[in-house]
């Protein structure tokens, strides 16, 4: 490789580097639906006069259902089979999650790069059901964005995040697939930003305000919100 073509890889004065393409999470970073499932889970845990609170949610914001819930039910000493909580679950989707709101920032950076050329994509550990829940009112936005990934209940997502396969399998099925290097992730979870970094990926991490700094600091950058990203950081095209 010449001086120059190392040089132009590298941007904003050696701090990132150039990208090429972009994968976003979803929940509580394209979507307001961590909030969602706050509700719905201390709904479930109410009953049992359990709090599900921070300590707890920080460690499963990103994971497989499955794996989430289980992880829940352990610390809280809830009497239920996963099963049984999937089941009062889904009884309270459709409802909780058809309030979904895209967060603040989204829509005009996803319009910009979508204009500019740059795929996009979602890796998220969602499963397909709760994915419909949270997206049918949303389908036009959704619909901008290939590949999907939903970790969940995908056969080819064996571990969910913190695991990078979930970014690797989203990377692997772009139309040309690029060099993880080549890409960027954004992520509210610090079980999201581990997936993203271990995937060798760039992170631009999101948190909600009541992540401790100190799961933060894994992240390539870190911002109070997507309103605040200048693509030009990663060599995208300026707003
Ligand atoms: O309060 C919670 N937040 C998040 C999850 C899990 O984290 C995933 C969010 O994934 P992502 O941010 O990767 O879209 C959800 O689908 C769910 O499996 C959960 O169980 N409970
Ligand atoms: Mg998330």
């Known amino acids: 490789m010449s001086i120059y073509m190392h ?3 590298i941007c904003y004065l050696n701090m990132y580097r150039r990208v090429t393409h972009v994968i976003f999470d979803m929940d509580g970073l394209l979507l307001n639906t961590e909030d969602l499932y706050t ?15 921070w300590s707890i949610k920080i460690k499963i ?20 089979t996963y099963l049984q909580w999937k089941e009062k679950f889904n009884s309270q989707m459709d409802t909780v999650f058809s309030k979904s709101k895209l ?3 989204v829509q005009k950076l996803v319009s910009h790069l979508k204009s500019k050329g740059i795929p996009i994509a979602i890796c998220s550990g969602s499963s397909k059901a709760a994915y419909i829940a949270k997206t ?17 209940d995908d056969p080819e997502v064996k571990h969910g995040k913190p695991h990078p396969e979930a970014y690797l399998v989203t990377n692997s099925r772009f139309q040309s697939p690029p060099d993880p290097e080549s890409v960027l992730v954004f992520e509210d979870a ?3 930003v581990v997936a993203g970094i271990e995937a ?12 401790p700094k100190e799961l933060t600091d894994k992240a390539t950058l870190v911002l109070k919100s997507l309103e605040d990203f200048k693509p030009e950081l990663f060599g995208l095209p300026p707003f």
Do not use: W
């Open 103 to 105: 967060l603040p920032g």
């Open 61 to 80: 914001m990103g994971k497989k259902p499955d794996i989430a819930a289980q992880y829940v039910l352990d610390c809280l000493e809830i009497p239920l």
């Open 200 to 211: 060798n990926m760039q992170v631009v991490m999101v948190p909600d305000q009541r992540v």
């Open 136 to 152: 049918s009112h949303h389908s036009e936005f959704f619909s901008q964005f290939n590949p999907i990934v939903l970790c969940g």
């Open 7 to 9: 040089i132009s890889k």
């Open 190 to 192: 610090p079980n999201g």
């Open 39 to 53: 509700m719905a889970f201390q709904n479930i845990c109410s009953a049992y006069g359990k709090t599900y609170d």
